[in-house]
Nanobody, 123 residues
Framework: QLQLAESGGGSVLPGGSLRLSCAAS????????TGWFRQAPGKEREHVAS????????VYADSVKGRFTISRDNAKNTVYLQMDNLPPEDTGVYSC????????????????WGQGTKVTVDS
C-alpha cells in the first residue's frame, strides 16, 4: 500500500519561498496521479496542484498559478511543491495525496494521504 510522508514546511516571511517534498513508499508513484492540497485555519481543504500524465501538464489552483510548481522525480519516488512569492494567505497545512485516477485525486478523494506539513507565512 502506498504511503506518503511530507517534509519541508516551516515559517517564512512574506515574499519568501519554500519547497515541500512528499516521499512515497510501499509502491511506485509511476502508477499514480499525485497532488497537493492545503487547509488554512478555519477553512476547508482545497486543491493546490496536481500532476498525472506528463504529456498533459500539471493543474494548479488559480490562486497559486505562476507562483507554485509541482514536479515529480520518479527515480526518487518523490513529489515536490516549489512555492515562491508567498503571501500570508498561503499559510496552512499542506498534504500530498495520490490516487490511481486523476479525477478522484483532484476532488480530494484520493486513496492515499500524507500526515501534512505546516506552512506559516508571517512577518
Amino acid at each position: 500500500q502506498l504511503q506518503l510522508a511530507e517534509s519541508g514546511g516551516g515559517s517564512v516571511l512574506p515574499g519568501g519561498s519554500l519547497r515541500l517534498s512528499c516521499a512515497a513508499s510501499g509502491s511506485t508513484l509511476n502508477w499514480y496521479a499525485t497532488g497537493w492540497f492545503r487547509q488554512a485555519p478555519g477553512k476547508e481543504r482545497e486543491h493546490v496542484a496536481s500532476v498525472d500524465d506528463p504529456d498533459k501538464g500539471p493543474v494548479y489552483a488559480d490562486s497559486v498559478k505562476g507562483r507554485f510548481t509541482i514536479s515529480r522525480d520518479n527515480a526518487k519516488n518523490t513529489v515536490y511543491l516549489q512555492m515562491d512569492n508567498l503571501p500570508p494567505e498561503d499559510t496552512g497545512v499542506y498534504s500530498c495525496t495520490a490516487d490511481r485516477t486523476f479525477p478522484s485525486l483532484v476532488r480530494g478523494t484520493g486513496a492515499s494521504w500524507g500526515q501534512g506539513t505546516k506552512v506559516t507565512v508571517d512577518s
